[in-house]
């Protein structure tokens, strides 16, 4: 079984309830994450940005976006994952703007994750 790295872009609606869809949902979605980094399945992952929000505390921040480096066997198990991460916990990201990519890793990511609590 060889697997292979997945990038994917997930960018927020841009509605105006859309910053609160994403804090609402943001529990469930940190948790079913987590089980997945724990199962190698996710390899990095975060939220982007908008830049006025680099100063500011972290509930205070507003998110534009997701992305993510997973590993599946084939871009089709790679969608199906998808799928159910977000019809479940992640009402936050346009699904018709969903980028799935095939990528090969060049480098690595040391570990220091930023806390999300």
Not at 3 to 19: F, I, K, N, P, S
Not at 33 to 60: C, M, N, P
Not at 82 to 102: F, N, T, Y
């Given at each position: ?50 830049s006025?929000?680099?100063r ?46 095939l ?15």
């Amino acid at each position: 079984m060889e697997m292979h790295h997945y990038m994917v872009w997930a960018q927020d609606y841009t509605d105006e309830g859309a910053l609160a869809r994403r804090m609402a949902v943001r529990p469930k979605h940190l948790l079913g994450a987590k089980k997945l980094v724990i199962q190698g399945v996710i390899k990095v992952a975060g939220g982007f940005l908008t830049s006025e929000s680099q100063r500011e505390e972290l509930h205070d921040r507003k998110f534009v976006g997701s992305a993510l480096i997973y590993e599946a066997e084939s871009l089709e198990d790679a969608r199906s994952w998808k799928e159910g991460v977000v019809g479940d916990a992640c009402s936050k990201w346009d699904k018709a703007k969903l980028i799935i990519l095939l990528m090969v890793i060049a480098t690595t990511l040391d570990e220091r994750a930023v806390s999300l609590k």
